[in-house]
């Protein structure tokens, strides 16, 4: 995965796989002299579509965001905005689903070392 240059130019970097999520993919983070590259890309899950009436109140939430201001403020404050939104949102619908995904993922892991 890495080439010759790159490891004569960053000779204390480390590749780590991570435990694989949800999906079958597995994240790889780069590592160098232990500094922090930041945190992980944001991840919606597609399970939480699957809640009856997810779609229709993001629609219904995102249009009834009543901000002014240039575009790129707007979309902006209005993608805020739908993420305070969203957090209560999920409190209120997907209470249990933070622990099922949790077992889920320890489950994978322990077939991922069998296998």
């Known amino acids: 995965m890495l080439s010759v240059n790159w490891c004569s130019m960053w000779p204390n970097c480390i590749l780590v796989a991570l435990q694989r999520g949800l999906s079958d993919h597995v994240t ?29 109140y993001v629609r219904e939430k995102w249009g009834s965001l009543d901000v ?3 575009g790129g403020f707007v979309l902006q404050q209005k993608l805020k905005l739908m993420k ?3 957090k209560q949102w999920n409190q ?3 209470q ?9 993922k320890d489950r994978m892991a322990t077939l991922d070392i069998k296998g």
């Open 28 to 56: 790889l983070v780069l590592r160098m002299d232990e500094v922090n590259w930041g945190p992980r890309p944001l991840q919606m899950l597609k399970c939480l579509a699957d809640f009856s009436r997810y779609d229709q």
């Open 92 to 94: 209120r619908h997907a």
């Open 68 to 70: 002014q201001g240039w």
């Open 84 to 86: 305070i939104s969203l």
């Open 96 to 104: 249990k689903m933070e622990g099922k995904i949790r077992v889920t």
